[in-house]
Antibody, heavy 122, light 110 residues
Framework: QEQLVQSGAEVKKPGASMKVSCEAS????????LHWVRQAPGQGLEWMGW????????NYARDFQGRVTLTRDTSISTGYMELTNLGSGDTAIYFC???????????????WGQGTLVTVSS | NFMLTQPHSVSASPGKTVTISCTRS????????VQWYQQRPGSAPTTVIY?????PSGVPDRFSGSIDSSSKSASLIISGLKTEDEADYYC?????????FGGGTKLTVL
C-alpha cells in the first residue's frame, strides 16, 4: 500500500527555519514527482512546489521562491521541505503528496502524508 | 499563472444532487486536467475525481466531474447525497508554471 509518513509537529520562533521529512513506501519513490502543499488554520490548500526524486530537479511556487528548498534522499525514499525566515503567516499544516509519474500519467496527488503542524510563535 | 474560483459554500439535503463549480481565471479550462479533492476535518485530502472526470477505485459513482470550455469551468457533481459527503472540496489544475488549487467549497448536507 502506497504511503507517505511525515515527521512530527514543530514549534519555531520567528526568523527560524523548519525542515519537514516525508518517507515514502509501497511505490517506486523515484518514479513520481513529490509535491508539498500547506494549509493555514481554517484556510485552503496552497501548492508550494515539487521535486523530481530521480533527478533532484525542483519547481517552486512564486510565493515561496527564495525561502523554500526541496531535497530528497533516494536511498531512504524520503523527501524534505525546508522553509526559512519563518513568520506567523507560516503557521500551517504542511503536507507532502505523491504527484504524477515522471511521464506525467497518474495525474493526481495521491496519497498524501498525514500532515505536519508547524507553529511559528515567539 | 491563473486562479481557480469556487463558491465558498453549498448545501443540499440527503438524497439530492449538488454541483460545485470551479472557474479558471485565464487560459482554457481544457489546457490542464482538473482534479477534485475531498477533505474532512482533521484529515488529509483524498482524490474523488482526476483528469476531469475519472474516478479512483473506491470512490462511489455518485461522484462525477465535467468541464465546460465555453465557461472556463469545471464541475463536481455529487448525486444521492449522504451525510458522509459533508466535507470541504477543492479543485486543482496546472500550467507550465505549476499547480493551483481552488479556494475550496464547504459542502453541508442538511
Amino acid at each position: 500500500q502506497e504511503q507517505l509518513v511525515q515527521s512530527g509537529a514543530e514549534v519555531k520562533k520567528p526568523g527560524a527555519s523548519m525542515k519537514v521529512s516525508c518517507e515514502a513506501s509501497g511505490y517506486t519513490f523515484a518514479g513520481h514527482y513529490l509535491h508539498w502543499v500547506r494549509q493555514a488554520p481554517g484556510q485552503g490548500l496552497e501548492w508550494m512546489g515539487w521535486i523530481n526524486p530521480s533527478t533532484g530537479g525542483t519547481n517552486y511556487a512564486r510565493d515561496f521562491q527564495g525561502r523554500v528548498t526541496l531535497t530528497r534522499d533516494t536511498s531512504i525514499s524520503t523527501g524534505y521541505m525546508e522553509l526559512t525566515n519563518l513568520g506567523s503567516g507560516d503557521t500551517a499544516i504542511y503536507f507532502c503528496a505523491r504527484g504524477p509519474s515522471l511521464n506525467f500519467d497518474f495525474l493526481r496527488f495521491d496519497p498524501w502524508g498525514q500532515g505536519t503542524l508547524v507553529t511559528v510563535s515567539s | 499563472n491563473f486562479m481557480l474560483t469556487q463558491p465558498h459554500s453549498v448545501s443540499a439535503s440527503p438524497g439530492k444532487t449538488v454541483t460545485i463549480s470551479c472557474t479558471r481565471s485565464s487560459g482554457s479550462i481544457a489546457s490542464g486536467y482538473v482534479q477534485w479533492y475531498q477533505q474532512r476535518p482533521g484529515s488529509a485530502p483524498t482524490t474523488v475525481i482526476y483528469q476531469d472526470n475519472e474516478r479512483p477505485s473506491g470512490v462511489p459513482d455518485r461522484f462525477s466531474g465535467s468541464i465546460d470550455s465555453s465557461s472556463k469551468s469545471a464541475s463536481l457533481i455529487i448525486s444521492g447525497l449522504k451525510t458522509e459527503d459533508e466535507a470541504d472540496y477543492y479543485c486543482q489544475s496546472y500550467d507550465s508554471s505549476g499547480w493551483v488549487f481552488g479556494g475550496g467549497t464547504k459542502l453541508t448536507v442538511l
